[in-house]
Nanobody
């Protein structure tokens, strides 16, 4: 199973982006799907996750601004990012838990001030 993230780009502060992560197979069998990010010089960090049951979790830096969702028919998990800040600049990765961990290739998000 492979994950492919897309949707990154350059946006001004206050703007929005929607990231997509498409799985090569059905996401129904995933225990959880998550989005992580890694800023330059920093460790990769969890920002949002969604369980098989649809429960969502957000880390404080993105709470109230980002929304994670999934479309099982499209084998896709999304990250809607609103009110973007320069500190959101990072490479964003999707991660799937199928009993083993699968990482997608990252997509760059750059927020200009």
């Amino acid at each position: 199973v492979q994950l492919q993230a897309s949707g990154g780009g350059l946006v001004q502060a206050g703007g929005s982006l929607r990231l997509s992560c498409v799985a090569s197979r059905s996401i129904v069998n995933f225990r959880a799907l998550s989005w992580y990010r890694q800023a330059p010089g920093k460790e990769r960090e969890l920002i949002a996750g969604i369980s098989a049951g649809g429960n969502t979790h957000y880390e404080d830096p993105v709470k109230g601004r980002f929304t994670i969702s999934r479309d099982s028919a499209k084998n896709t998990v999304y990250l809607q990012m609103n009110s973007l800040k320069p500190e959101d600049t990072a490479v964003y990765y999707c991660r799937g838990d199928r009993g083993w961990i699968i990482w997608g290739r990252g997509t760059q998000v750059t927020v200009s001030s």
